[in-house]
C-alpha cells in the first residue's frame, strides 16, 4: 500500500492549486455579486486541459489517471465549489458519459468540444416529480420514422443555461419507465428546445440550475448514448462515477473552510490570547481534521478502484456520502469558530457554508447513498 503521490498526480494538484488562488480567487467576489457564469475560467481551465485528465489523448485529453481528476476538482473547489460543480458536471458526467458510453462517432464528435473549454456539458435526469425516484420520469420520446420526437420538461440541471450539449433522459413508456428510458445527447442549439426559470439558490453563485423545455425536439438515433431502453442503468452507472466528483467538491469545500478556521482560531484574541488555545476550539480543530482526513481516504480510494477498472459503485457512494456531510459539518462549525464574523456577508466563510450545504442532496442525498450502501453490501453476501 502506497499513502503518496506519483509525481503526475502531484504536478496536476500543484498546477490546480496554483490556477485556484491566482485566478478563480480574485473573481470570486465578482461571481458573488453578479451570479455571472464564469466563462473566462472556464476557458482558461479548458486551456490548462482540466476538463480532459481522465480523457485519452485520441480525444484531445490528457489521459491522467482518477485520482489526478481528483485532485483538480478538490483544488478547485478549495477556493470556488461554483466552478467546482461547473467542472463536475460537465467532466464527470458529460464528458464521463460519452466516453464510457459513447460510440467513436460521439466521442469524435463530442469530447473535443466539451473539454476545450469553449462550450459546456451538462446532465439532466431531475423532473419535477422524480427527485430521488429517478425511473418515474415524464418526459417522453416516440419514434417518427428516424426521428425520435422528445416532449417534456426537466429541473435543477446544473450548467443547464449554457450547456451546448446535454445528456438527458427520456421514457418511451411512462408505465415502464425502467425498460425504456433512453439517454439522448441534445444539442441545444436546435429547435424545440428551451431553457425555463433559472434557479435562484441558496448558494453556488456564478453556477446556473435551470429548468429545461422540450417540445418536439428532434433527435436522430446517432444522438442516442448507449443502447435505446438502456437509459436507466446508464443513468445510475454515471451517477456512481459523478459522485467521486462530487466527493473532491465536498473535501475541497471542507478544505477551504477549515483554513479560514485555523487562521481565525490562531489570531483572534479573547481573554488575552488566541481562541486556539481554548480546549473546546482544539476539540472542534481536531474534529474537522480528523473528518476531512477520513473523507479524503475514501474519496481516493473510489478514484482509485475506477482507474484500476474495479468495481466502485458502494465506495463512491460511502466518499460521497462522508465527504458531504464533513463538508457540512466543518462549514458549520467554522461559522461557529468565526463566530460574529462568520455571520457576515462580509467574510468568506458564510460562502463555504452555503455552498456546502447542497453536497448531501444532488447526485444522492445522503439517504439515498445509505440505501446504495447497504444494497451493495447484501448483494456481496448474497442476500438480495
Ligand atoms: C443545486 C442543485 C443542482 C442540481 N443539479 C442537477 C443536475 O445537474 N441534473 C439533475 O438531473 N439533477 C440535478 N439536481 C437535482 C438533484 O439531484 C435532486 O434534488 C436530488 O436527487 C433529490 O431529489 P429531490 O430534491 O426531488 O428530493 P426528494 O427525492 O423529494 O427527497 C426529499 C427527502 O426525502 C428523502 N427520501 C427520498 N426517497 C427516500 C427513500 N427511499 N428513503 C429514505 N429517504 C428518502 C430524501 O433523501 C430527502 O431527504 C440538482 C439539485 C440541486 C439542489
Redesign the pocket.
Known amino acids: 500500500m502506497n499513502f503518496g503521490l506519483t509525481e503526475e498526480q502531484r504536478q496536476f494538484k500543484e498546477a490546480a492549486r496554483e490556477f485556484a488562488e491566482r485566478v478563480i480567487r480574485p473573481a470570486v467576489r465578482h461571481m458573488e455579486e453578479s451570479n455571472q457564469f464564469p466563462w473566462d475560467i472556464i476557458r482558461q481551465m479548458g486551456e490548462l486541459g482540466f476538463f480532459g485528465i481522465e480523457v485519452p489523448e485520441e480525444y484531445g485529453g490528457v489521459g491522467a489517471d482518477a485520482i489526478s481528476y481528483t485532485l483538480v476538482l478538490e483544488e478547485i473547489s478549495r477556493v470556488s465549489p461554483a466552478v467546482g460543480v461547473i467542472m463536475s458536471?460537465n467532466t464527470s458526467l458529460a464528458v464521463g458519459g460519452i466516453l464510457q458510453f459513447g460510440t467513436e462517432e460521439q466521442k469524435r464528435k463530442y469530447i473535443p468540444p466539451l473539454i476545450s473549454g469553449e462550450v459546456i456539458g451538462?446532465?439532466?435526469?431531475?423532473e419535477p416529480q422524480a427527485?430521488?425516484?429517478a425511473a418515474s420520469l415524464l418526459t417522453t420520446y416516440r419514434k417518427e420514422g428516424d426521428r425520435y420526437i422528445i416532449n417534456g420538461r426537466k429541473i435543477?440541471?446544473?450548467n443547464g443555461p449554457e450547456a451546448r450539449y446535454i445528456i438527458l433522459y427520456a421514457v418511451e413508456d411512462t408505465k415502464n419507465p425502467k425498460r425504456t428510458m433512453t439517454a439522448f445527447i441534445i444539442d441545444t442549439t436546435r429547435k424545440g428546445f428551451s431553457v425555463g426559470k433559472v434557479e435562484e439558490?441558496v448558494g453556488?453563485r456564478g453556477a446556473h440550475?435551470a429548468e429545461l423545455i422540450l417540445e418536439d425536439y428532434e433527435a436522430y438515433p446517432e444522438e442516442i448514448l448507449g443502447e435505446e431502453g438502456k437509459g436507466y442503468k446508464i443513468a445510475l452507472t454515471l451517477l456512481s462515477s459523478g459522485r467521486i466528483g462530487i466527493a473532491s467538491q465536498s473535501l475541497g469545500i471542507a478544505q477551504g473552510a477549515f483554513e479560514l478556521a485555523l487562521e481565525h482560531a490562531t489570531t483572534r484574541e479573547q481573554f488575552g490570547q488566541p481562541i486556539a488555545n481554548f480546549e473546546m476550539i482544539q476539540y472542534y480543530i481536531s474534529e474537522m481534521a480528523t473528518r476531512i482526513d477520513a473523507a479524503r481516504l475514501l474519496t481516493y480510494r473510489a478514484a482509485w478502484l475506477k482507474q484500476m477498472g474495479l468495481p466502485y459503485r458502494k465506495e463512491s457512494s460511502m466518499a460521497k456520502l462522508y465527504a458531504s456531510e464533513t463538508a457540512n459539518y466543518v462549514t458549520d462549525r467554522t461559522i461557529q469558530i468565526l463566530a460574529s464574523m462568520g455571520y457576515s456577508m462580509e467574510h468568506d466563510g458564510q460562502r463555504y457554508w452555503r455552498d456546502g450545504r447542497?453536497t448531501t442532496?444532488?447526485?444522492?442525498?445522503?439517504?439515498?447513498q445509505r440505501?446504495v450502501i447497504a444494497r451493495e453490501i447484501l448483494k456481496e453476501m448474497g442476500k438480495i
Open positions: 458536471v451538462a446532465y439532466s435526469l431531475t427527485g430521488s425516484d435543477w440541471c446544473t439558490k453556488l440550475s447542497v442532496i444532488y447526485e444522492g442525498t445522503s439517504e439515498i440505501i
